[in-house]
């Protein structure tokens, strides 16, 4: 099993700044991708940003420029810095990751963390 500890959530005014952390552990063979999702209230799930074991990155066009995401290869931790932060980013964000453990390859889910961009 693997494990997903979201952090760095919280409330921040428009035109401000977050940094997103997820950390994995758990019996981790390889890592194929990882990323964020967010779901806003009434809205579907979105994929925001991935990374690739590669260190490929897409991101979702309406944050291309203003989000990073990025990869520690030795703590198995994906980060998402988030600039520049609209009130219609509101939502909560989900780290998602597809990993090889001894039961194969399957998908992981953190269990989210909230952000508001309110003034």
């Known amino acids: 099993q693997v494990q997903l500890v979201e952090s760095g959530g919280g409330l921040v005014q428009p035109g401000g700044s977050l940094r997103l952390s997820c950390a994995a552990s758990g019996s981790i063979f390889s890592i194929y991708a990882m990323g964020w999702y967010r779901q806003a209230p009434g809205k579907q799930r979105e994929l925001v940003a991935a990374?690739?074991?590669?260190?490929?990155?897409n991101y979702v066009d309406s944050v291309k420029g203003r989000f990073s995401i990025s990869r520690d290869h030795v703590t198995n931790t994906v980060y998402l810095q988030m600039n520049s932060l609209k009130p219609e980013e509101t939502a909560v964000y989900y780290c998602n990751g597809e990993f090889t453990t001894d039961q194969g390859v399957n998908d992981y889910w953190g269990q989210g963390t909230q952000v508001t961009v309110s003034s």
């Open positions: 990374i690739t074991s590669g260190g490929s990155r």
